[in-house]
């Protein structure tokens, strides 16, 4: 366990500093701040990481790994100790000093915001984050190898020697403080300090972006002397969302050179780092419930995060289930349920211990097939993502049928067997987007999103849909034909209707045999709304062509010839929001949690039955 020093206020605490010192760094700097600290009524909690590399689990497996995450583990395992759990309720301010401080503070305060309880952190301050760190690459494993070669040769010289390196390395620095600096480094394991302490798994900026997108400040104070922060630094460190405070002509050690100006601004900042975490009784509470829990941070930006927090009061860290006594809890206050794919049934005993619930927010496509009937007496209000994870699927589709009809699938096969020239025109003689006709089956919101996306091109687009109008089709600038004149007219046929009785097995062998040959069926629908079995007849003849993002079974089992047929372009659900395409599903869900908290209507309400 690491060394600690705690230190309390004459009157009741109010907050606490969590005050993480560096490797090379004594406590004397850092203590000229308690009385400081103190006479705010904040407790001072110092962390001394310094000499604690004898500690048993800082074994040579671990530091030829992270040596940055075994330091924040050890921090982490101290600030979670039951000793100090008296103290872990009150607002948590951290403070880093040096690089190897500051990053584990840093650190320890995102892993801590995201848990039920302890050391919640109101606010951040890294002094000094960027000594000796390259401005890029900040994760270069080979940056911190070099670090470490350079220190084992220099700590095995005699104390002249490596008064002469640092010499030439750190020309601003004054005898007393390189003859300091050889001291200490005599004293230190090399794989504990430069680089090596300052390399965690996760990269500072990403860091200092995971707090302010929980809206906790950040606040960076720097020198420009010897080992200040440049220009490169700055603006890595703002993007993430830090403020950062430069100390024109100040050293390294900051808390020793302007103590004045230090102290002002620090007490400045963590005073308005509490205010800012003062409860404010407009925003709803709101609870995340996904799976896997990661999908959240899938789902939501740093710059999402910051606005969801200036509009919610998010509890608790994100859940798979209603079932965990810790989410049980957040349902006790919840407002705002904001769900995503892998949400279990929102059943009457959730809906029982949630009686304040008002809203429920879906990052998918629907939500209400997970719910039951709404009680009598119960208003609660809906919306989903469907307008945002229907983008990519018409986007998917578009995509599809530009090259179906220019034939580009054809024409990487032959080429791929040939291996030689191919005579475009001869082989092809029917290529091209030019005056060809598509047919969308079902003018479902994603229909109607691929008809307007296809509206510059030069094709007759035509639709069937029993339920479209005649001045909705116009104002799509579509025909409306019955499915079996669509089918017999068209080149690419596109299906976007939902599984429902009615269009289960919708298109079955006699609607296939009316399609041309060389035409193409492209389904990012339903497996279902397909009879396979005729389908799998078609496209084994090589009369059809087929670009399938889902079938029956959704991953179909290994010698399934769909896999092989030539004609055939598998692909495994992927016309849906994947990878970047998810952050469009959370910036759409808080939107439209900020309408919520403003007042104002959902603009893609779900009705609820």
């Known amino acids: ?12 605490a109010t907050a606490v500093v969590v005050a993480v010192h560096g490797l090379m760094e004594s406590a004397d700097c850092l203590e000229a701040a308690f009385p ?53 309720h009150l607002p948590a301010l951290y403070y880093g000093h040096s690089a190897g401080g500051s990053v584990a503070a840093a650190v320890a305060a995102a892993v801590l915001e995201q848990e039920p309880s302890g050391f919640h952190p109101a606010g951040v301050l890294l002094e000094d984050p960027f000594w000796r760190l390259p401005v890029t690459p900040l994760q ?52 504990l300090v430069l680089n090596g302490n300052v390399i965690p798994s996760m990269p500072w900026p990403h860091v ?27 603006w890595i460190a703002r993007s993430a969302g830090a403020r950062v405070e430069v100390f024109d002509g100040a050293s390294h ?32 509470v709101a609870m995340a419930v996904m799976a896997p829990a990661s999908l959240f941070s899938k789902l939501i930006s740093p710059a999402a995060m ?90 998917y589709t578009l995509a599809m049928i530009l090259l179906a009809n220019k034939q580009a ?12 020239a191919i005579n475009r025109e001869l082989e092809f003689p029917e290529a091209g987007n030019y005056r060809k006709t598509v047919g969308l089956v079902g003018a479902s919101r994603i229909g109607r999103y691929v008809a307007r996306l296809l509206r510059p091109f030069q094709l007759d687009v035509l639709v069937y849909d029993p339920y479209l109008s005649a001045a909705d089709a116009d104002a799509l600038g579509v025909k409306p034909l019955p499915l079996e004149a669509l089918m017999s007219k068209s080149d690419v046929v596109s299906l976007h209707v939902p599984v429902t009785p009615d269009t289960i097995g919708l298109i079955g062998a006699a609607e296939l045999a009316l399609l041309r040959d060389g035409a193409t069926l492209i389904n990012t629908a339903r497996g279902e709304i397909l009879e396979q079995s005729a389908l799998e007849a078609e496209l084994a003849s ?40 998810l952050l469009r599903m959370g910036d759409h869900v808080v939107a439209e949690l900020e309408r919520y908290a403003t007042g104002q209507p959902f603009a893609y309400p779900e009705a609820l039955s």
């Open 306 to 395: 910051s606005t969801l927090a200036r509009f919610a009061d998010l509890r608790g860290p994100v859940f798979e289930d209603f079932s965990a006594p810790e989410a049980q809890a957040v349902l006790a206050d919840v407002e705002v349920l904001i769900t995503g794919w892998g949400c279990p049934i929102i059943g009457t005993d959730v809906l029982a211990a949630a009686p304040k619930l008002r809203a429920i927010i879906h990052a998918g496509g629907a939500i209400s097939g997970n719910l039951p009937p709404i009680p009598a007496g119960r208003n609660i209000v809906a919306s989903n993502a469907g307008e945002a994870n229907g983008r990519p699927v018409a986007e």
């Open 140 to 191: 270069d494993r080979s940056v911190a190898e070099a670090a470490y070669a350079h220190l084992n040769d220099v700590q095995s010289r005699p104390l002249a020697e490596r008064a002469d390196i640092r010499r030439l390395e750190w020309p601003n620095w004054s005898e007393a403080e390189i003859l300091h600096s050889c001291k200490a480094q005599a004293d230190c394991d090399p794989r």
């Open 36 to 88: 400081h600290w103190l006479s705010h009524g904040w407790a001072v909690l110092a962390i001394n990481l310094r000499g604690h590399g004898s500690s048993p689990r800082w074994a040579d497996e671990d530091l030829q790994k992270h040596p940055g995450d075994v330091m924040v583990q050890d921090v982490l395992e101290l600030l979670r100790a039951p000793d100090l759990g008296g103290w872990a």
């Open 1 to 12: 366990m690491l060394s600690y020093q705690l230190t309390l206020p004459e009157a009741t």
């Open 208 to 234: 200092v972006a995971s707090l302010t997108a929980f809206a906790v400040p950040v606040l960076i104070i720097t020198g420009t002397v010897r080992a200040g922060i440049t220009p490169g630094h700055q």
């Open 542 to 581: 090589g009369r059809i062509n087929a670009i399938l993002d889902v079938a029956v079974p959704d991953v179909l089992p290994p010698g399934h010839p769909f896999y092989d047929l030539p004609n055939v372009v598998l692909t495994p659900h992927i016309a849906g929001s994947m990878g970047t395409e």
């Open 253 to 284: 050690f900051i808390r020793r050179d302007m103590e004045d100006r230090f102290m002002r601004t620090a007490i400045a900042f963590f005073a308005n780092a509490l205010g800012e975490k003062s409860p404010r009784a407009a925003k709803p």
């Open 409 to 420: 699938f054809d024409s990487m096969r032959l080429y791929k067997q040939r291996r030689a």
